[in-house]
């Protein structure tokens, strides 16, 4: 019984994080060709919906691996699967006390976004000034690309999460 949990588990983060991937593909560019990164909300959806610490852990690197395949950033490859490995510890660790004081998934799932998108866009640009540099300032590339996208994450969390919810719920099979 409970490797059918965990067999469902991945299946449903894996479609999660291959949605995410093809959201990222599409999505259109913010600003000096830098696009929201939609791997990073389903991210979040998995931190919300998982308690495994090893389950959240391999869901962050793949969502680095599946963005470092598709960014446009000249070298966030690395600043990629960086970010998001330490986006995913933060947060994890940070959703433990916030999971039980808090019991509205809507909150949760906004505080997540904004909170993780911050850090997640902060340690994507630290990482890319470290290995290969930024095009213009940090402060500029945070102020022009990070807020936005943490606006944009922000309400595509709170859309997504309701849509994945219900499709997950309606699609559980009666009496498990």
């Known amino acids: 019984m409970n ?3 965990n067999l ?3 299946i449903i983060n894996s479609l999660f994080l291959g949605i995410g991937a093809v959201l990222h593909q599409i999505a259109p560019p913010i600003l000096l060709g830098m696009k929201p990164d939609f791997s990073l909300v389903m991210l979040f959806i998995i931190l919300l919906l998982n308690d495994d610490y090893k389950t959240c852990l391999s869901a962050g690197i793949v969502a680095g691996l599946l963005a470092a395949a598709t960014t446009t950033f000249p ?11 330490i986006t995913t510890n933060i947060m994890y660790f940070a959703l433990i006390p916030l999971k039980t004081i808090i019991n509205n998934n809507q909150i949760k799932i906004m505080f997540t976004s904004i909170i993780g998108t911050i850090i997640s866009g902060s340690a994507f640009l630290l990482t890319a000034l470290i290995t290969v540099g930024l095009p213009t300032s940090f402060k500029i590339l945070f102020i022009s690309v990070v807020i936005p996208a943490t606006l944009i994450n922000t309400v595509a969390a ?3 999460f309701n849509a994945l919810n219900a499709a997950v719920r309606r699609a559980a099979p009666k009496g498990m």
């Not at 070298?75 to 490995?85: E, R, T």
Request: glycine share 10%.
């Open 8 to 10: 469902k588990r991945i």
């Open 158 to 160: 709170f859309i997504l």
């Open 3 to 5: 490797s059918k949990i």
């Open 75 to 85: 070298g966030g490859q690395l600043a990629n699967v960086i970010d998001k490995f």
